[in-house]
């Protein structure tokens, strides 16, 4: 009972406003993922999951990838199928018929398949669906500068009502643990094995595009040539985060009458997503200010995540550049 009520203590408000709205946007899949089930529908496994972290470009690279000939990643981005918490209740018949049985490569990306220890046991149960040849993609970011995007996202769609400080005051709160990326990885690096996992920064991926997605594609198994205009487009960054049309968007979704839209936005044409997002991230527009750290505080959250950054560049063999 008391490690129950202490885990409960450590639930982070925000991230369960969060994991409130992942749940509700498949509310109605409920009815259909019963339906599937009695029809044996069809589909396939996928073989690519990218499996966060939590804005450190995961979106972009989900359009990147789903624009490759080879590739086919699912609609709607983030099936969080793995979750017991989230969508594994709907079943791996309902899962199936996301992905088409053609193409070489199908994928998803959920972030909330790093969101330790909120969510426990996801890579056992994506390795005992998928197999142990799975193939897992793990975006991080320089972990201040996600902490801090993370906070300003929350507070756009009005997750976060307290002040940055308050936020981070608990080590244990979700803007701290999903920064500690070695820790997420663990399980699916005992799951799956280095071989099969590709750890890529946002940074990459921002300053070394080409190069860094001919790198995931060469890792996902598919021509690794293959190139698009399309991959000077950034998604779900920008000045927009900051303005009340993406409040207004965020919240509107959540309307009863507006969950459809929110849950089908990725099944949209490209071209019509694209539109929707410049109106409402802005991407031209530049990053959104950030909150400013208190030097005290930084110091604070820089010595939780330097020993995890350690432990991460050891792990990949690579240092990330990053200054903490």
């Avoid at 609609?75 to 979750?83: G, H, I, S």
């Amino acid at each position: 009972m008391a490690a129950a009520a202490a885990e409960e203590t450590a639930r982070d408000p925000a991230d369960e406003a969060m994991v409130a709205r992942a749940h509700e946007r498949f509310a109605a899949e409920r009815q259909r993922a019963r339906r599937a089930k009695r029809a044996g529908e069809g589909g396939a496994l996928p073989n690519l999951i990218v499996i966060g972290g939590l804005k450190c470009g995961t979106t972009s690279l989900h359009h990147y990838l789903n624009l490759h000939p080879e590739i086919a990643m699912s609609r709607p981005k983030e099936l969080n199928f793995f979750v017991s918490e989230l969508n594994w209740d709907l079943g791996d018949v309902w899962y199936r018929g996301h992905f088409p049985p053609g193409p070489t490569v199908r994928g998803e990306t959920s972030p909330h398949y790093t969101n330790r220890p909120r969510f426990e046991g996801v890579a056992e149960r994506m390795r005992a669906t998928l197999g142990a040849d799975a193939r897992v993609i793990y975006m991080v970011r320089h972990p201040l500068d996600r902490l801090l995007s993370h906070f300003l996202h929350n507070v756009g769609g009005g997750y976060e009502h307290r002040d940055l400080e308050a936020a981070v005051a608990d080590p244990r709160c979700a803007y701290v643990q999903r920064g500690l990326y070695a820790f997420q990885l663990e399980p699916y690096l005992a799951e799956f094995g280095p071989e099969r996992i590709l750890v890529v920064s946002r940074e990459e991926l921002g300053r070394e595009r080409d190069a860094t997605v001919r790198r995931v594609f060469e890792f996902a198994g598919v021509d690794p040539s293959f190139t698009s205009e399309q991959f000077d487009r950034q998604w779900e960054t920008g000045s927009g985060k900051g303005t009340g049309g993406f409040r207004m968007m965020d919240r509107a979704v959540r309307m009863p009458g507006l969950r459809a839209l929110d849950r089908n936005f990725d099944r949209l044409p490209e071209r019509m997503r694209w539109l929707v997002e410049r109106v409402v991230h802005d991407p031209g527009g530049g990053e959104a200010p950030k909150p400013r750290l208190d030097p005290e505080l930084r110091e604070r959250l820089a010595g939780i995540f330097r020993p995890d950054t350690a432990r991460l560049e050891k792990l990949i063999g690579r240092e990330l550049g990053w200054n903490l």
